[in-house]
């Protein structure tokens, strides 16, 4: 009696293995996928933190702020190209009207030197 018990239990003993082993092959694969697809995920772990930061830095209250906090001579560049020049004149002009009302739009155009072009 004990004997066929032993017996039993060691062949459902080796079934269990059988199916343990053939289940963790298959979630080896699945999770060898996982790991590959997050691997350089997981070597930018500052990412989000930078793209953040960097979205804020770029916003448009920064960049007034940075704007209206330097003096006209760290404002002035030197470009011998009237084409740049027009190029600018030409952005500014778009963006202005695009994205201000009709005053704030001529207080912006209205900027020094932009009769150059």
């Known amino acids: 009696m004990m004997y066929v018990r032993i017996t039993h239990n060691s062949r459902r003993m080796r079934q269990k293995d059988i199916e343990w082993r053939r289940t963790k092959r298959e979630w080896n694969r699945t999770w060898g996928d996982v790991y590959e697809k997050n691997y350089y995920k997981s ?3 500052q990412s989000h933190t930078f793209k953040q930061n960097e979205r804020k830095a770029l916003g448009t209250k920064m960049l007034l ?20 020049h ?3 004149l030409e952005l500014l002009t778009y963006t202005a009207n695009q994205t201000l009302d009709n005053e704030s739009a001529e207080q912006v ?9």
């Open 43 to 45: 070597l930018d772990y």
């Open 65 to 84: 702020a940075e704007i209206k906090s330097s003096t006209i001579h760290e404002l002035n560049f030197a470009y011998d190209n009237a084409a740049v």
């Open 86 to 88: 027009r190029d600018i």
């Open 109 to 117: 155009l209205s900027v020094p030197n932009g009769s150059r072009c």
